[in-house]
């Protein structure tokens, strides 16, 4: 395929509700949304880089800046054989994930528009059971006022249907939640995300979460650690769980090979696109590491590709994709909703992406649009 043109919107959504990690909360959210051409199909992309450096240092402004002046133009009238061959094309640009992975969503959703499959089939091409038809979600609950706040939260989502939830937890903000959301919730899944907040002196700290069944504790130190993480897993019996240190499947490898973690949550964007996630899905499927996907508060763009990855058979732990509302009031396309009976979301059917975008929608989000064409 020969990409012929390429669209980018950078949009701003507000959130349903405010979303509290030990970075800060988060009332709206940036995001870019990408449109790429050929052969008279659109493909679709979402960058979840968004308004701050916490997360990642990419944001959505600098996002732009790496899209327009240094991935876009290397690919601009370019043929690909493969959605794979993106990755070769951009690899003069070190870093910038977040942006990466825009345009390696746009070309897997192309090429799966192609071929007449859906995004889930097309990455699944590989496996001989193909994608699953519904993947298991949970939900993501940021930090509230007060424990007690965020046990009529959980209650909340739990009477919504959801079967899984995980806590974002912070220093100060730990030990007495954890312990009060199982004595209020005995038999259901919940994890802990750290999101890099602790040392490996607060061990302890975990390790007095040790009887609480916890389904796991994600990325409790560093964001870039993997060392003192492999430290930290033999002191508890808790599973630990890799997020942000896990930008490449190198990185993977590395956590594997000294045995820093039990599970890893992927989330496509951060590691570059759904090239790599794949890669990376093997990869720990070969070593008995087991997998989820993280969400970043994606429209409806970046969540059926989200969903599409859950399929593939090394994802058998629930998934941050929550439903459409958990997030927007009014979003950019085709909505999900929970599968209450069983905490499920349908993986899209459709060809390609499967969904619909609003165009009218984006338009009135975009703050700024641009045209890029081969000159």
Sequence with gaps: MKIEKIDLYF???????????????????????????????????????????????????????ILEDFLIPSLLGKELEKPEDIQGLMSSVRGHPLAKATLDQAIWDLFAQRDGVSFAQKLAEPYPEGPKERVKVGVSVGTQSSVEKTIEVIQGYVDDGYGRIKLKIKPGHDKELAKAARQNFPDLPIMLDANSAYRLEDAPIFQSMDDLNLLMIEQPLGHEDIYFHSWLKPKIKTPLCLDESIVSSDHARYAINMQ??????????????????????????????????????????????????????????????????????????????????????????????????????LEAVSSKKAMYVQE
């Design 260 to 361: 820093a973690c039990d599970i890893i949550n992927v989330k496509p964007s951060r590691v570059g696109g759904w090239t790599v996630a794949r890669e990376i899905h093997d990869l720990c499927i070969q070593n008995g590491i087991r997998l989820w996907v993280g969400g970043m508060l994606e429209t409806g763009v970046g969540r059926a590709a989200q969903l599409a990855l859950a399929s593939l058979p090394g994802f058998t732990l629930p998934g941050d994709i929550s439903a459409t509302a958990r997030y927007y009031h009014d979003d950019i396309a085709t909505a999900f909703f929970l599968n209450e009976e069983d905490s499920t979301i349908t993986v899209p059917q459709g060809v390609g992406l499967g969904i619909e975008v609003d165009m009218d929608r």
């Design 11 to 65: 949009i701003n959504m507000p959130l349903v509700s405010p979303f509290g990690t030990s970075f800060g909360v988060q009332e709206e959210r940036d995001a870019l949304i990408l449109a790429m051409h050929s052969e008279g199909l659109v493909g679709w992309g979402e960058c979840v880089a968004t308004n701050d450096p916490g997360y990642s240092y990419e944001t959505a402004v600098t996002a732009w800046h």
